[in-house]
């Protein structure tokens, strides 16, 4: 038995979709206030899983063998790094104890490629380019780097880490990395920083999470990466994709960062989002570009991003995230 915590986000539904295709019915884990709408679409059970109960997950995990774990803390704000790095690990704890209590033999852990450290001789990153000390690159990077060396020393059961860049495709309900995508087709150019922007389409980091928890002898840590950007240059095709105005150029780094911080200030005293958060600029500006050889030697792959992008262009004009009008200009 499989159980996919976070079944009902972005990355989850596409997770649970790949195990459907391989035959494989999980168990879904989902928040008990969540939207299940999408999870209730694909027919597969679901279980409440709260990070505050730990009963719960134990409950959710009786008889699993493996645990795909897609909801880790995300922060929506970086100004507070100690209560954002204390949560999380609050609600990986709980995980880790609710799977060794449950007998789970196998852990497949969600990470980011905001753990993939930049390589001195400038070559592209594998898996094994850890930041050896937390890195200094703001609160989202921080979280990542201690969430995952918690994960890498559970001893109790086997853990597995996947590192995916910036997710694109259907069901991004919450508008992540899409973010800067939607607002370039709706015509409100964004403010974005200088740097370089490694995506990834969710359905291939979705098989790839299926082959790490399925498979007899898989990689102890998996770089998932499609693409790597010049961010600017991706919004100016984007803009071409759609007819619309070109971005604004870019930002200097301090720059970003400086306005980033006031629109999350702003944004938590509205209740609000903030128009370019802080973790997005920390990772473009300090993205690595990625070597994915080891995920590609299993014979894992990944769909080009124009690719990627109709398939989010279709979703996202179904779900009236675009008007329906949206044609591109370009394919």
């Not at 998996?222 to 693409?227: H, M, N």
Request: hydrophobic share 45%.
């Amino acid at each position: 038995m499989m159980l996919v915590l976070g079944a009902g986000g972005f990355l989850g539904l596409n997770t649970v979709r790949a195990c459907l295709d391989a035959g494989i019915t999980p168990r879904c884990g989902r928040r008990p206030r969540g939207n299940v709408l999408g999870l209730r679409g694909l027919g597969a059970p679901l279980v409440n899983t709260d990070f505050t109960q730990p009963e719960s997950l134990r409950e959710a995990m009786a008889g699993v063998d493996v645990v795909i774990h897609a909801a880790a803390h995300y922060p929506r704000f970086s100004h507070d790094m100690a209560a954002t790095i204390a949560r999380g690990l609050t609600e990986l704890d709980a995980v880790l104890d609710a799977a060794a209590a449950s007998g789970v033999e196998r852990l497949v852990y969600v990470s980011s490629t905001a753990t993939v450290a930049p390589r001195a001789d400038l070559a592209p990153s594998t898996e094994a380019d850890l930041f050896t000390a937390c890195p200094e690159h703001g609160t989202y990077h921080a979280l990542k780097w201690t969430l995952e060396q918690r994960a890498l020393t559970e001893s109790r059961f086997e853990v597995l880490v996947a590192c995916p860049s910036a997710c694109l495709g259907p069901y991004d309900w919450k508008v992540g990395t899409s973010a800067l995508l939607l607002s370039t087709a709706r015509s409100i150019p964004p403010p974005h920083p200088e740097g370089l922007i490694s995506t990834v389409d969710a359905r291939d980091v979705a098989l790839a999470l299926v082959h790490l928890a399925t498979a007899a002898a898989p990689p102890k840590r998996l770089v998932l990466s499609g693409e790597t950007s010049d961010a600017h240059e991706l919004l100016v095709s984007v803009a071409q994709r759609y007819g619309v105005a070109p971005p604004p150029p870019a930002l200097a780094p301090d720059e970003a960062r400086a306005f980033a911080d006031a629109q999350e200030l702003e944004a938590a005293a509205k209740k609000t989002r903030a128009s370019l958060p802080r973790e997005l600029v920390d990772l473009i500006v300090h993205a690595p570009r990625l070597d994915t050889s080891r995920a590609r030697s299993l014979g894992l792959s990944f769909r080009p991003l124009s690719e990627t992008l109709d398939a989010w262009d279709s979703w996202a004009q179904r779900m009236g995230m675009l008007p329906s009008h949206a044609s591109k200009a370009t394919a």
